[in-house]
């Protein structure tokens, strides 16, 4: 039931600050409860009339894969289905009693590659496709997918080139780094430490390179927009807390999922990296036990936390709020907002 015996309903005009905050952002750190604050603010927009309809979009960059739903964490509440008669591509899922729909999540299998691109192309899609008295919020932790919707990337129109990434595969990491050092001395200068060894991110940094040595102008076609992003802070110790009992209750089904994929033998690299897939890969190999399993995933999870935290602290023009009172979070939006 939603509280709106604090609200002056005669106060709300409809028209005034739906157009302007059309898009909104929810961003913060695994576990610090963006999901269930949005859907608070979802149903209470719906509630005062404010608009028609919600869609909400995740942000997450492994939430996207199909029957990784309990290890990606995505949370689908229990009475969504899935959308009959989308106007989008995409698949999607929807409240159809409170109008609410959600983006994002559940539409790729997990053999395919999913990138930043197709985020966008799933973006860009929904806000043509968004109606006057429809508003998106954009949900999750994943930053550089956030990113795209303020400030994206140069790189997001370069395409794949199959027969380059092809010579490419077959050179040592130190070969790929000495090849991006002559096309652009300034990236690889720049490319933290991880991705200097990371061999995917060098041939894509070489591929977009040699996209722009020979098409620069349109390399550097970027879409932005304006949008306030709202991001949730819970002090560390409570954080942990609540991702180490996140992983517990989520452990049973998640190893099932991942058994499952790898009775498939077909994931793609990206699914493979789903926070705590090759934990329970170990454990379903033999090679480690339950509470080893448990406790390197619980792990796993809090230093990706800290690294999200890192990610967000770097960004300016974020709405702080205090998550640590749920019940709050909606209407702080909401007033910010559209009140």
């Not at 304006?226 to 996140?246: A, D, W």
Request: glycine share 4%; proline share 3%; charged share 25%.
């Amino acid at each position: 039931m939603i509280d709106v015996s604090g609200l002056n309903l005669t106060k709300i005009n409809m028209s005034n600050n739906i157009k302007e905050n059309q898009i909104i952002s929810i961003v913060g750190a695994t576990a610090t409860g963006k999901t269930a604050a949005t859907l608070a603010l979802a149903e209470k927009l719906l509630t005062l009339k404010l608009v028609k309809a919600v869609h909400l979009l995740s942000a997450d960059s492994r939430q996207v894969y199909r029957g990784l739903e309990n290890l990606t964490g995505a949370d689908l509440p229990a009475d969504f289905t899935t959308a009959k008669n989308s106007r989008f591509s995409y698949p999607c899922f929807a409240n159809p009693t409170k109008n609410i729909f959600l983006h994002g999540v559940s539409v790729a299998d997990p053999k395919d590659d999913w990138s930043v691109a197709h985020f966008q192309k799933l973006f860009a899609e929904i806000k043509l496709k968004l109606g006057d008295e429809e508003i998106l919020i954009v949900v999750g932790g994943t930053g550089f997918y956030q990113q795209q919707i303020v400030n994206a990337a140069e790189t997001i129109r370069v395409p794949q080139n199959f027969s380059l990434r092809e010579k490419l595969a077959k050179l040592s990491v130190t070969e790929l780094q000495k090849q991006l050092k002559s096309l652009d001395k300034e990236k690889l200068k720049n490319m933290n430490n991880s991705d200097l060894n990371n061999p995917r991110r060098l041939v894509r940094a070489i591929e977009v390179a040699l996209y722009k040595m020979k098409q620069p102008a349109t390399a550097k076609q970027a879409a932005t927009q304006t949008s306030k992003i709202f991001y949730l802070e819970l002090p560390k110790t409570v954080r942990e807390e609540k991702i180490k009992q996140r992983v517990i209750s989520r452990f049973a089904l998640a190893k099932t999922e991942v058994e499952q994929q790898l009775q498939n033998q077909r994931i793609s690299t990206l699914a493979a990296t789903c926070t705590g897939f090759v934990e329970l890969a170990q454990l379903i190999r033999g090679e480690i036990d339950q509470p080893t399993c448990l406790e390197k995933w619980q792990l796993a999870e809090i230093q990706y936390a800290k690294r999200q935290d890192t990610w967000w602290k770097k960004r300016s023009g974020l709405i702080k709020l205090d998550a640590k009172n749920p019940k709050t979070i909606a209407d702080k939006i909401l007033h910010t907002c559209y009140i």
